[in-house]
Nanobody, 125 residues
Framework: VQLQASGGGLVQPGGSLRLSCATS????????IAWFRQAPGREREFVAC????????KYADSVKGRFTVSRDDAENTEYLQMNSLKAEDTAVYYC???????????????????WGQGTQVTVSS
């Protein structure tokens, strides 16, 4: 199983970016995929997840209404559309997959046993 995140960059406050998480070795529809972010000096923070088998999408309160998760099963790619970006959204963003079932909460990074390499998002004027 491999995940590769891309799409990060520098954007002004109020702008938008779309991150992609290309996956291989798993069937996206049957997989729970999550997005986390980590800013310098801070712990890894849950952003959103898309649970397997139409299990629903969950968002952190800090991004609710601004970020949207979607997936293209045919392309085995997960997306994170980020709108109305703020300076506090600046971080390295990671996608992660629950390859082997875990009882950890979906917001807990320990639930996910396969991670992409991360992509930098910088929101600054």
């Amino acid at each position: 199983v491999q995940l590769q995140a891309s799409g990060g960059g520098l954007v002004q406050p109020g702008g938008s970016l779309r991150l992609s998480c290309a996956t291989s070795g798993l069937t996206l529809h049957f997989s729970t995929i999550a997005w986390f972010r980590q800013a310098p000096g801070r712990e890894r923070e849950f952003v959103a997840c898309n649970r397997a088998n139409f299990g629903g999408i969950k968002y952190a309160d800090s991004v609710k209404g601004r970020f949207t998760v979607s997936r293209d099963d045919a392309e085995n790619t997960e997306y994170l559309q980020m709108n109305s970006l703020k300076a506090e959204d600046t971080a390295v963003y990671y996608c992660a997959a629950e390859v082997h079932y875990s009882t950890y909460d979906y917001m807990d990074p320990r639930k996910y046993d396969q991670w992409g390499q991360g992509t930098q998002v910088t929101v600054s004027s």
